[in-house]
């Protein structure tokens, strides 16, 4: 029997971990389908406390997993298929192994949203993509023109990143005024390189029969006009969804999916803590779902200590 199972390895899930491991309690951390969650897809982050010059995101998640192993946290890498939250010990399915445990936390992230077009679907991975620092480098963007949809950091950050890679890049967006930060969005806007498109939607995407991408339709959301724009590829960066459909039905979550928390990080199932992404739809930051996941370890402890 396990004391705390951990699902998720993002900055939520490896502070718990963290936390969790240093009250001894030598936590079972599962890594889901994505270890080191999506900030693993970041290529700077600036706005992380104690890296003065920016730190990789890949890197600061390794550090993490390592700083909470070094205190006893097993990291392994599986999915949970299944939960059973209505007893105690609780019961979850990783890949079809069965664990008991007497606390879990959640922590399973968000993963992209997406435009929901028929093409976006068929042409993903070849020219569609979620994640420039994962794509951008690729032969088949260098030298051409880049659309990137959306007007958060997100699409800030991507199409930044993307001017290095294709000949202009595209920034689309569905209303005349980005969400982004000020800092991110003044520094997108300067670039010679980018050129936003404003008041706009993506309706299509071309060309399946080819492969590839080779365009896109746009709409002018003011005026209704329709035009289309040449292109090799299309970033979707137009916010997340919370990981937990697995959930539904068993644990409290609002009208978007996000988990409902009461009293700090507790959910409506005793022993069930929620920490992160998966829970946070105003914050969203790293360093928030880090000390979310510091918060739902030291419930888990005490609930843990109520127990005995
Ligand atoms: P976000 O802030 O939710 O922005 C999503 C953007 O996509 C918005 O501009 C939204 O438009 C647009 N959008 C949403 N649904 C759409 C649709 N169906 N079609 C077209 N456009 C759509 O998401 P995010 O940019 O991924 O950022 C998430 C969080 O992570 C934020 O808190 C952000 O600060 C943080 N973040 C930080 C950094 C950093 O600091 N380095 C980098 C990335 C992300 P509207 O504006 O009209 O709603």
Redesign the pocket.
């Known amino acids: 029997m396990e004391q705390v199972v951990i699902i998720g390895t993002g900055c939520a899930g490896l502070t718990a971990a963290l936390y969790t491991a240093r009250a001894n309690l030598k936590p079972l951390v599962l890594t889901g389908i994505m270890p080191g969650g999506l900030l693993t897809t970041?290529s700077i982050?600036?706005?992380f406390p104690g890296w003065p010059e920016g730190i990789d995101g890949f890197e600061l998640m390794q550090k993490m997993q390592q700083q909470a192993e070094r205190f006893g946290a097993r990291v392994e890498f599986g999915t949970v298929d299944k939960v059973d939250l209505s007893g105690s010990p609780l019961k979850i399915s990783v890949d079809r192994k069965p664990i008991e445990t007497k606390t879990l936390i959640i922590s399973s992230g968000a993963g992209h949203?997406h435009?929901?077009l028929e093409n976006e679907a068929k042409l993903e991975n070849k020219g569609v993509t979620f994640c420039a620092t994962c794509d951008g480098a690729l032969p088949m963007f260098r030298d051409k023109p880049l659309v990137v949809?959306?007007?958060?950091?997100?699409?800030?950050?991507e199409a930044t990143f993307l001017t290095r890679f294709g000949s202009k890049v595209y920034l689309i967006?569905?209303?005349d005024q980005?969400?982004?930060?000020k800092i991110?969005a003044e520094r997108t806007l300067a670039n010679p390189k980018i050129e936003p498109v404003w008041d706009s939607?993506v309706t299509d995407v071309f060309d399946v029969a080819q492969g590839k991408v080779t365009g896109v339709k746009i709409k002018n959301l003011k005026s209704g006009e329709e035009t289309t724009l040449d292109c090799a590829g299309l970033f979707v960066?137009?916010?997340?969804v919370p990981n937990t459909q697995l959930f539904k039905g068993v644990i409290d979550m609002d009208d978007a999916g996000y988990i409902k928390r009461v009293n700090g990080s507790n959910t409506n199932v005793p022993g069930v803590f929620v920490a992160g992404d998966c829970s946070d739809k105003v914050?969203?930051?790293a360093v928030t779902a880090a000390g979310m996941g510091c918060a739902a370890a030291i419930d888990a402890e005490r609930f843990l200590t109520s127990l005995e």
Request: aromatic share 4%; net charge positive.
């Open positions: 970041t982050v600036e706005n949203r435009l929901g949809v959306g007007g958060g950091d997100s699409a800030c950050e967006h569905r209303r980005l969400r982004a930060s991110m939607a960066a137009i916010g997340h914050y969203r930051q």
